[in-house]
């Protein structure tokens, strides 16, 4: 049996016995206790080794005016809790009248069954072992690639736990490691091109590293012979990571605390409003099996759900902390944050085709089609080149200018379009649905979005 | 507890105290590591948010954390914590020492020689926090600031400000006798509004910060700001998107220091040299911009949010010439880059917290002013973009940086002409270096954030207007 980082039993009795001596009838929290270890490589070498305890606490109370106050602290001795109490206290006397939030109805409910394995840790030498011998396979994939200046391998263990003076009382145990190789490759009188690959795993030990190494050199490979693109209108195809970038830059359009704050593309009324091609699909499942970071539920106690957003191009659905779903007239969909104006965000999205509906286009393909396209492979700066409240984006991207069935890397570009018009304008959904580390995706297919180029 | 949590909230330290920084100090160079650093911080952290004309959350934070480092030759090992007992610190020490191969004991010789005396840059800060305004008149400026939005701007749908006052205090202990402390006050504020007019769509926002200024936000004139703001926003409103590519581009000043500081400032990190990411490696001395761009990274400017009396590694902070006239004079460096590049340490090993460690980042960055006035770089352009505002942006692994223009106007024949959006600058740092060709004279700072290696990071950027002769514009 491991020993567990979080008591959640005596953190509730610490809890109560101290809000009791200053009066604080309801109280909830929210806690994380995590240790991790990371290690990075330079060219055979253990360039730094790190490692870390994290706790990390919010407390949030209700004042007899039944408004709420807040305090997050890493500090979780009982001096630390106690200062933590009051300062919430304090914080309750500038809580927002006009929205309170309650304890989620659902911070009971059982909670979804997971088979969510615990993996051991492989510890220090192991993680830089496989990371040394990674970097000296992806080096030995090409004489190009001369560096691989982006790299790491890490593991944790974390604990979550929800608890509230109603007697709730969640915990979660889990454990994760990533691996990311990026490469730096160059060929003589050519610019310098890179690229890389992501991997997720419960534990190191499930990480398939030789797929991550093969996927970095591909990539950063097959940009090596580059040229500029001109600047025009394409028919555009998103990789699936990329239209999950796009997707999740623009998830204001399904978060129902966006539209209650006015900065979202969707009204309160938008619910079973075409938004999109009728062969888009589009769920937010936090249990889908794929999402190695998922947990079982959210910050307010409420089980994560599989949620269909959009059916068919309906919009069908908002993702909803407690208060959010109170104002709705809804159940609470478990995307909530903790705090004293609770956030809500998206878990992990799942795009899929509608099969009763006909693409505009079915035959294209991202592999066989011959028609002119840009395929766009990853989109970068996204916090800078996308205007989620105006829905707009303009967006550096790695891809390529394929003609007749030949790719040719593109040197430097940019992609805009406004979202909402992006939807209405897919003309094919591929088959696949490829996991990555950000949520599930076909191929998509644009009709046509401005490409700007060097020339 | 080895090291008493309390000594940062009473400012003091006593022997004891650091009679047991010097036993962890000992216990890491006697296990044969090089060089041994511990990083104490403590942080309390006041943030709240106004929503239209409501104080909709506030968001107090406090902890305390250690990060102990340990160096062997070129390779280093961190650890983080917020355990401070004797047992959870040597845990740590030894988890640290451990991930170099080093174990405790194991070397015969002792470099350590004892701490210095106490470097303390906090005499006189402890008064900052105590001179900050209360949270009722915190909640107060800004809700003034959102209800002003409302009264200068016909559109101004949505209205946010946000306020955050952070008091850092940390202290740094090294086996090479550094022995230093400082205190720190931030301050940030932010306005924003989203302007709506049927399908048209705007949002504009503003950054003020500060450090070591516990007046500024009751200070700061809230009106001319939302002014500002809506004026931008109701310009672009009705703007047309830009038409895509290469032009000549104005950046006006303040915030368009955004442009050094992704397409240059990162670049001459010494972390870069590390990695091997960086075009300039090899360039000190020889000229890598126009020679009208000399550019400067400094933490000296009285109440500049980049500003730092010492940097997280304990060198007090210096100005720094980057570039001269064109040619490059120096990289930013922090203790790991100048083992690992030779360059001298710059005062710049900056870092989030002690949960990550320091590396060569940034403080005020600028380009100095020219001898121009701004009117006489629009003049210059018969057609091109004047950039007035600008958003975020980043640098890639190649040098290849990006950044999104928030407020654009034509330049036609000379003049300002229409409004135009969705532009985002596109280029590499070799190339647009030597193309900045003017520089005027109205040199200005602006604040924001700086995410890296080392975490989250308050930076200053700032330029007078410049031009850039060409530049790839991305649009529609």
Redesign the interface.
């Known amino acids: 049996m491991k020993e567990s980082l979080i008591n959640e039993s005596q953190l509730r009795d610490q809890l109560s016995t101290l809000s009791k001596a200053i009066n604080i009838k309801k109280w909830d929290l929210g806690a994380t206790i995590s240790k991790d270890m990371s290690v990075q490589i330079?060219k055979g070498?253990?360039?730094?080794?790190?490692?870390?305890?994290?706790?990390s606490i919010t407390i949030r109370v209700w004042n007899s005016e039944n408004l709420v106050?807040?305090?997050?602290?890493?500090?979780?001795?009982e001096k630390g809790l106690q200062?933590?109490l009051e300062?919430?206290y304090?914080?309750s006397q500038?809580?927002?009248i006009?929205?309170t939030p309650e304890f989620s109805i659902m911070s009971k409910a059982e909670l979804p069954l997971t088979s969510r394995p615990i993996k051991d840790s492989i510890g220090?030498k192991a993680l830089l072992a496989s990371l040394k011998n990674a970097e000296k396979d992806l080096l030995n994939r090409h004489k190009s690639i001369?560096?691989v200046?982006?790299n790491g391998f890490a593991e944790s263990t974390f604990e979550r736990a929800y608890i509230n003076s109603e007697g709730a009382i969640r915990h979660l145990h889990g454990t994760q490691a990533s691996l990311y190789l990026?490469a730096?490759a160059q060929e003589e009188g050519k610019?310098?091109?890179?690229s890389g690959s992501i991997k997720l795993g419960y534990g190191a030990s499930d990480i398939d590293i030789n797929d991550c190494i093969k996927e970095a050199a591909e990539k950063t490979l097959n940009h090596l012979n580059y040229k500029p693109v001109k600047?025009g209108r394409y028919l555009v195809c998103f990789k699936p990571e990329a239209f999950l970038d796009l997707i999740t830059s623009f998830s204001n359009i399904y978060n129902a605390r966006s539209i209650i704050?006015?900065?979202s593309l969707s009204r309160k009324d938008s619910i079973g409003k075409e938004i999109s091609s009728r062969i888009l699909s589009l769920n937010d499942n936090g249990l889908h099996p794929s999402n190695i970071t998922g947990t079982t539920f959210d910050g307010e106690g409420t089980p994560t759900q599989d949620i269909q957003i959009i059916n068919n191009g309906i919009l069908k659905n908002f993702i909803h902390s407690e208060a959010t779903a109170r104002i709705f007239n809804v159940m609470p969909t478990g995307h909530a944050g903790i705090?004293?104006?609770v956030s809500v965000s998206p878990d992990w999205p799942v795009v899929y085709k509608n099969k009763n509906q006909k693409a505009k286009y079915p035959l294209l393909n991202y592999q066989k089609t011959k028609d002119e396209f840009i395929l766009v492979e990853n989109l970068?700066?996204l916090?800078?080149?996308v205007?989620a409240?105006?829905?707009?984006f303009?967006?550096?991207f790695d891809g390529w200018h394929v003609k007749d069935g030949i790719k040719t890397s593109i040197e430097?570009?940019?992609?805009?379009?406004d979202f909402l018009r992006l939807l209405k304008n897919i003309i094919q959904i591929e088959d696949d649905g490829i996991y990555t580390h950000q949520g599930v995706s076909p191929h998509i297919w644009i009709e046509e979005l401005?490409v700007?180029g060097?020339k | 507890m080895l090291l008493e949590?309390d000594f940062l909230e009473t400012h003091s330290i006593d022997s004891t105290f650091k009679k047991n920084l010097e036993f962890l100090l000992s216990y890491g160079t006697s296990a044969g590591a090089d060089f041994v650093e511990i990083y104490v911080e403590n942080i309390d952290n006041t943030g709240?948010?106004v929503?239209q004309d409501?104080?909709?959350?506030?968001?107090?934070?406090?902890?305390?954390?250690i990060g102990i480092r340990v160096f062997l030759g070129?390779?280093?090992?961190?650890?983080?914590?917020?355990?401070f007992s004797k047992q959870?610190l040597i845990f740590?020490l030894d988890?640290?020492l451990?991930?170099?191969g080093l174990a405790k004991g194991s070397n015969s010789k002792n470099s350590f020689q004892g701490l210095k005396s106490l470097n303390d840059y906090s005499i006189n800060k402890v008064k900052l926090a105590i001179e900050c305004p209360t949270?009722k008149e915190s909640?107060n400026k800004v809700l003034e600031a959102t209800s002003l939005l409302k009264k200068h701007g016909r559109r101004a749908?949505?209205r946010r400000g946000s306020y955050s006052k952070t008091i850092q205090e940390v202290l740094v202990a090294s086996s090479d006798g550094t022995f230093a402390k400082d205190l720190r006050l931030y301050q940030s504020i932010g306005l924003n509004v989203?302007a709506?007019d049927k399908e048209y769509?705007?949002?504009i926002g503003r950054r003020i910060g500060s450090t070591e200024m516990p007046r500024a936000l009751l200070d700061w004139d809230s009106e001319d700001t939302a002014k500002e703001i809506n004026e931008s926003a109701e310009k672009m409103l009705y703007a047309n998107?830009v038409q895509?590519?290469?032009m000549p581009a104005v950046l006006a000043n303040k915030f368009g220091g955004v442009i050094f500081h992704e397409a240059c400032g990162h670049l001459l990190e010494t972390t870069q040299i590390?990695?091997?990411?960086t075009p300039f490696k090899d360039k000190i001395g020889k000229q890598i911009a126009n020679k009208a761009l000399t550019a400067i990274d400094e933490g000296n400017t009285q109440g500049a949010f980049g500003s730092i009396s010492m940097d997280d590694e304990g060198m007090k902070t210096q100005k720094t010439v980057l570039i001269q006239n064109g040619i490059l004079k120096t990289f930013l460096s922090d203790r790991a880059g100048e083992l690992r590049t030779g360059h001298k340490r710059t005062g710049s090993g900056r870092r989030q917290s002690y949960?990550f460690?320091a590396a060569s980042r940034m403080r005020n960055t600028f380009i100095e002013r020219g001898p121009y006035t701004p009117n006489q770089l629009i003049e210059s352009i018969d057609n091109g973009i004047y950039c007035k505002s600008m958003?975020?942006?980043?640098v890639?692994?190649?040098?290849?940086f990006?950044?999104?223009v928030e407020e654009g106007y034509l330049i036609k024949n000379g003049k300002l002409t229409e409004p135009v959006?969705?532009?985002?600058l596109?280029?590499?740092a070799v190339d647009v270096m030597p193309k900045i060709s003017m520089c005027a004279n109205d040199l200005d700072l602006a604040a924001g954030f700086c995410g890296s290696i080392s975490g989250n990071i308050n930076v200053t950027v700032g330029q007078p207007h410049i031009k850039v002769d060409s530049i790839?514009?991305?649009?529609?």
């Open positions: 330079d070498n253990p360039k730094q080794i790190k490692a870390s305890q994290k706790n106050g807040i305090t997050s602290t890493s500090d979780l001795s200062k933590a300062s919430a304090q914080a500038f809580g927002n006009s929205e220090v001369n560096s200046p982006y990026y730096k610019k310098p091109r890179s600047t704050d006015g900065v705090g004293a104006k970068n700066a916090h800078a080149g205007k409240s105006q829905g707009s303009s967006l550096p430097s570009a940019t992609i805009a379009g401005t700007t060097d | 949590q709240f948010l929503e409501k104080v909709t959350s506030v968001n107090p934070s406090f902890g305390k954390g070129n390779r280093d090992g961190f650890v983080s914590t917020n355990d959870g740590c988890q640290a451990g991930m170099l949270l909640t749908d949505v989203l709506v769509r705007s949002s998107f895509a590519g290469q590390e990695r091997g990411t949960a460690a958003g975020g942006g980043s890639g692994a190649t040098g290849q990006n950044f999104s959006k969705g532009a985002t596109i280029g590499e790839t514009i991305g649009g529609r």
